[in-house]
């Protein structure tokens, strides 16, 4: 019994060194605040991949639509599909008509709109996307056409261009005499002039 030490005699330390505990503890929550929240890079790595799914689904469903309004004095064409249609798959209404162009099938799915041009039937086109019938009219697609600083008294219209420009929910124009940008699609509009809808985000 006398032959062992007691760990407690006076004197002497008895457990770890105090300042050894206290690195312990700071490394262990330095380690569990790092692997709980990710750092700056990881949460600018992830942020494109998020705001690219609202606008690119590659998952959403096909959309029915219906051609209403063929203006070839503007080279204007307006579709109707369903209210209840999303804006990814307006998105991908957009690339579809944009790929059928490029595919050279695009006369196949929508009326001419340059009859007799020396690139193609469809070698100018302006294509309105509404949900309400009432907008895709030959004269709301006109007043779109003539552009925001079209004087008022000289076309008068029972719809404004804001108020039509609102309802556009999405616009594709193709212009093969732009060789550095024969196709351009958003959401939303815009016209030549800048002035675009609040839902205005370019596409392609």
């Known amino acids: 019994m006398s032959s062992e030490q007691n760990p ?24 569990l605040i790092n692997l709980a ?14 705001s690219q799914v609202g ?15 063929t203006l070839t004095d503007f080279n204007a064409v307006s579709v109707v599909v369903p209210a209840q249609v999303t804006t990814s798959q307006v998105v991908g209404l957009l690339k579809q008509f944009k790929q059928a162009r490029l595919n050279q099938t695009l006369a196949g799915i929508l009326p001419a709109t340059s009859p007799g041009h020396k690139l193609g ?13 009432k907008y895709a009219t030959a004269e709301v697609v006109g007043t ?27 616009h594709y124009r193709i212009d093969l005499n732009d060789t550095s940008s024969p196709d351009t699609g ?8 800048g002035v675009h809808s ?5 596409i392609f």
């Open 8 to 31: 407690y005699e006076e004197g002497k330390r008895a457990g770890l060194h105090p300042l050894l505990v206290l690195f312990g503890v700071i490394l262990i929550m330095w380690l």
């Open 37 to 50: 929240v990710p750092s700056g890079k990881q949460k600018q790595a992830a942020g494109p991949e998020i």
């Open 55 to 69: 606008l690119d689904d590659p998952d959403a469903a096909p959309v029915m639509y219906k051609v209403q309004t």
């Open 121 to 133: 039937d469809q070698a100018v086109a302006d294509l309105y996307i509404f949900s309400d019938p």
């Open 144 to 170: 779109l056409a003539r552009g925001a600083h079209a004087p008022g008294n000289l076309y008068p219209q029972a719809i404004s261009f804001e108020e039509a420009m609102e309802q556009v929910r999405g």
């Open 186 to 193: 958003s959401i939303g509009f815009a016209d030549d002039s």
């Open 198 to 202: 609040k839902q205005y985000r370019r």
